[in-house]
C-alpha cells in the first residue's frame, strides 16, 4: 500500500470497505479465483493502473489478505496465487487446520 499514490490507495480502501458491508459485491472488484485452494481476489483499477489483493475467506465474514501487488494484464500471476496459497497454508498450520 505504501508504494500507491494517495488517489490509488483510497480507492483500495474504497473496494475493501465494500468488501466489508455489501452482501453481493460485483465481481468487478471481489471474485473467487478459478482453479486454486479457495483464493479470491480484491481488484482495484484507475485508468490503466489495476491493483490486486489476494486472500481467503476464515468463517462467514471474515477475510484474511495475504498479498498485493500491481498487475497491467487480466490474468493474475501464478506466483501471486501460489504466495497466496502457501501463507494460507501457514495460517492454517498456525490456527488448528480450520477454517
Same mark, same amino acid.
Given at each position: 500500500?505504501?508504494?500507491?499514490?494517495?488517489?490509488?490507495?483510497?480507492? +483500495?480502501?474504497? +473496494?475493501?470497505?465494500? +468488501?466489508?458491508?455489501?452482501?453481493?459485491?460485483?465481481?468487478?472488484?471481489?471474485?473467487?479465483?478459478?482453479?486454486?485452494?479457495?483464493?479470491?481476489? +480484491?481488484?482495484?483499477?484507475?485508468?490503466?493502473?489495476?491493483?490486486?489483493?489476494?486472500?481467503?475467506?476464515?468463517?462467514?465474514?471474515?477475510?484474511?489478505?495475504?498479498?498485493?501487488?500491481?498487475?497491467?494484464?487480466?490474468?493474475?500471476?501464478?506466483?501471486?496465487?501460489?504466495?497466496?496459497?502457501?501463507?494460507?497454508?501457514?495460517?492454517?498450520?498456525?490456527?488448528?487446520?480450520?477454517?
Amino acid at each position: 500500500m505504501d508504494s500507491l499514490s494517495s488517489k490509488h490507495a483510497q480507492k +483500495v480502501f474504497w +473496494v475493501l470497505e465494500l +468488501v466489508e458491508r455489501l452482501d453481493q459485491i460485483p465481481v468487478q472488484y471481489f471474485k473467487k479465483l478459478k482453479s486454486t485452494d479457495d483464493i479470491w481476489e +480484491v481488484r482495484t483499477r484507475i485508468g490503466s493502473n489495476s491493483f490486486r489483493i489476494l486472500g481467503f475467506v476464515d468463517g462467514d465474514e471474515f477475510i484474511i489478505l495475504t498479498n498485493g501487488f500491481s498487475n497491467k494484464s487480466q490474468k493474475t500471476p501464478k506466483k501471486e496465487i501460489k504466495l497466496a496459497e502457501q501463507r494460507k497454508a501457514d495460517y492454517l498450520s498456525r490456527k488448528g487446520g480450520k477454517l
